[in-house]
């Protein structure tokens, strides 16, 4: 079995779990509150600039010319969507190069970040892309599952986890292409090092459902240091 397959067998439950989430579910029946979606919105922006970096990263690791131009025609393709997504201004949140800068990066987008970013210091392709690929992977995923069920119609539900197209799917999308690269690493590497490829992936996988978990109640680092001070014992948040 390759890495990948082994990688993709174990994210199974992650994509499960993902699928349940009341947030996914909440998008699929269109029944999310405006500040549901406006915290989303807000940490989901700052979290698309930190794979920026993360791109970056893995162009300039890159082991072969072909790969380096595979991630330079993904960065691309973030740049022009940061882009157009800046430039919708509606009127509840200005998306603008100077408010998304002041924008508080809450709890579990900074964890999140930061297991992508702390990647970058391996300087290697087989421990750098694993971190990304599975955040693009599950959404992905997850567009597949909610075309398969009725939902809403309107926006911005209908618009929400459509990143699927000919750029991601088939065996020249990205998707396919980031498990080959993966792979292709793989056969040098130790299974030490191929099996911590396999936890970034699988741990990318859980704080995504994190991710949605914390959009859906709102939680910012007020409730954490309400929790904490709050002299109650602290619950689970
Ligand atoms: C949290 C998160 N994970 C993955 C994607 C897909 O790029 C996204 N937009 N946001």
């Given at each position: 079995m390759s ?6 067998f ?5 994509l ?9 579910q ?9 500040e ?14 930190n794979?920026v ?9 890159s082991?072969?010319?072909d790969q ?6 993904r960065?691309?393709?973030q ?13 509840s949140m ?7 800068k ?13 297991h ?13 892309l ?27 539900f ?5 990143m699927s197209g ?9 998707i396919?292409?980031?498990f ?21 992936f699988?741990k ?18 007020d409730?954490w ?13």
């Amino acid at each position: 079995m390759s890495l990948s397959q082994d990688i993709l067998f174990e994210a199974q439950p992650y994509l499960i779990a993902n699928e349940k989430h009341p947030f996914v579910q909440g998008i699929i029946k269109g029944e999310l509150s405006p500040e549901q979606l406006r915290y989303y919105d807000k940490q989901d922006i700052a979290f698309e600039y930190n794979e920026v970096a993360v791109i970056n990263a893995l162009i300039n690791n890159s082991t072969t010319t072909d790969q380096a131009l595979l991630f330079h025609k993904r960065q691309d393709m973030q740049l022009h969507m940061l882009d157009d997504w800046l430039k919708r201004e509606p009127e509840s949140m200005p998306h603008d190069w100077e408010s998304l800068k002041q924008t508080t990066i809450q709890p579990i987008n900074q964890l999140y970040r930061q297991h992508m970013a702390s990647t970058i210091q391996t300087h290697s392709v087989l421990q750098i892309l694993p971190s990304f690929a599975a955040g693009e992977w599950m959404y992905v995923e997850l567009g597949k599952f909610v075309a398969t069920q009725t939902r809403v119609k309107e926006e911005p539900f209908q618009s929400f986890l459509s990143m699927s197209g000919d750029d991601f799917l088939g065996p020249k999308g990205y998707i396919q292409q980031f498990f080959d690269i993966i792979d292709h690493e793989a056969e040098s590497a130790t299974p030490r090092e191929q099996e911590q490829a396999k936890q970034t992936f699988l741990k990318s996988c859980l704080l995504e459902w994190y991710f949605w978990d914390a959009a859906y109640k709102l939680i910012t680092w007020d409730d954490w240091k309400k929790n904490a001070l709050g002299g109650k014992g602290g619950v689970t948040l």
